[in-house]
């Protein structure tokens, strides 16, 4: 089959329609083609999480306090939300083909200049300039992976673009770990250049491109877009340590992200050439998968940032011994990847494929809640193979269905709502998981304190330890250590609390979804997309 070569215009011809065994947009070697954008697509979703691991070094090293190196990560974050609503625009503008390799090598550059930065102001810069690169490419992956395969691949495919997605957060505490202890902490972002290089080859050798389409930007909804999403970030992420509404910057922040989002709405419904085509608000399905990647973001992104910190303070596991509790989590995701594809491929109805597999994740979360501090590894690696099994289940069918009654057309723009969705998500789960766990301590600790009294425990009595000097201060520091490690357990019980009960409501919206009337592996506008 023909293939696009380098000289390939952007404006190359419009895709055939689909029919069976014929992909959109064939290509010579689509396995070589599937490698590069799946390597592209995993070497940016490391980057949202390899860098945690390494910040006290990068503290140390850009001269920068606790409060402030943690720019490090939010402005990666903010840079990438405001960055992805674009996405379906440029596409159109310049051609799918043109902006994916753009963000390849502005990804590439701007890692190379992380590793090099020697301030933090030049880390932040260097970050945003990473996140932009970084917010085109999942969208545009996905949209890649759907046009190269025939209709009746598709779901497959899909599930091989899930499993990138949802095994990136996974690996990347544990390459981030073992890069910082063997080699340097600018490693973390080096470790892209050869594996960028190599992408960029294979995309400029083999990928096609979309037609151009000429649209008008939007220029003032997005302004209004991105300074709502821009403060709504700022907001979650400095929230817990600004004292949440107790700080004039939360509430200057709250009330800009609503007032611009409250604009941007009316805007939407009013504005003859919006920033997103109305259609895409109109479709149930869409919405409702929107919503459902919100939970995933909250469950997923929620959990990984709060095990690592556990699992290494309370359990006293190094980094890399966490990384590997954590990897069965990866592995139930690549089982159920593969087998809610081959379900949906079937013709199982993929509204009870997601329901079964929250149904999965929400078990997993309520096993965490019995979890105690004198345990071995086995619950670890047991809650966290059931909760991947769940994900598993539900990645795939949703992004099947939320594009089963979406035209074609719309593919890029739904795309980008989906990953836009699933990136607020996780900020906000993992925000309010920090807050219920610094408060819980807090109130933890006061709750537990009065047990350590003559009357609570025989033969603790703090007079006569205050009157042993510093044998006693010893004691009274042990017994503050013991107490402060039960009130960061209980604290942890209280996050995967809330967050079952977050996915266990969830679970009757699987109704709101639409069957569609083909199977979606065998449904060209809607198969795993």
Known sequence: MASASPSTPAEAAPPAPPRPGVAALPVRNRALLTLGVMLATIMQILDTTIANVALPHMQTALGATADTITWVLTSYIIATAIAIPITGWLSDRIGSRNLFLISVVGFVLASALCGMATSLAEM????????????????????????INPPERQAQAMSIWGMGIMIGPILGPVLGGWLTENFDWRWVFYVNLPIGVFCFAVLWALLPSRPIRKRQFDLFGFALFSLG?????????????????????????????AIALWMFAVHMATARNPMFERE???????????????????????????????????????????????????????ITMFVSAQLVMRG???????????????WSLYEMTHWTIEMNSWPFIFSGFI??????????????????????????????????????????????????????IQTSHADLVPHLTAPGLDGFDPNLLRMMG????????????????????????????????????????????????????????????
């Open 124 to 147: 932040v810069l260097f970050r945003i300039l990473q996140g932009v690169s970084a917010a085109f490419m999942n969208p545009l992956s996905q949209t890649v992976m759907l046009d």
């Open 229 to 257: 999403i821009a403060a709504l970030q700022l907001m979650l992420d400095r929230g817990q340590g600004e004292d949440w509404f107790g700080s004039t910057e939360i509430w200057i922040e709250a009330l800009v992200a």
């Open 280 to 334: 895409l608000w109109k479709n149930r399905n869409l919405i409702t998968a929107i919503g459902f990647m919100q939970v995933i973001g909250v469950v997923m992104m929620a959990t990984m940032a709060l095990l690592p910190p556990m699992l290494q303070t309370l359990y006293g596991y190094s980094v890399l011994d966490t990384g590997l509790l954590l990897m069965p989590r990866g592995l139930g995701v690549l």
């Open 348 to 362: 199982v109805d993929a509204r009870w494929v997601v329901g079964v597999g929250l149904s999965m994740a929400a």
């Open 387 to 440: 909760q991947g099994l769940g994900m598993g289940l539900v990645f795939m069918p949703l992004n099947g269905m939320a594009f089963a009654t979406l035209p074609p057309k719309y593919r890029t723009e739904g795309a980008s709502l989906l990953n836009l969705s699933r990136n607020i998500g996780a900020s906000v789960g993992i925000s309010l998981c920090t807050t219920v766990l610094a408060r819980s």
């Open 470 to 529: 510093p044998t006693g201060d010893s004691i009274m520091a042990m017994a503050d250590a013991i107490v402060n490690q039960q009130a960061a357990m209980i604290g942890y019980l209280n996050d995967f609390k809330a967050m079952m009960i977050v996915t266990a409501l969830s679970i009757p919206l699987v109704l709101l979804l639409r069957r569609p009337k083909t199977p979606i592996a065998n449904d060209p506008a809607a198969a795993g997309h």
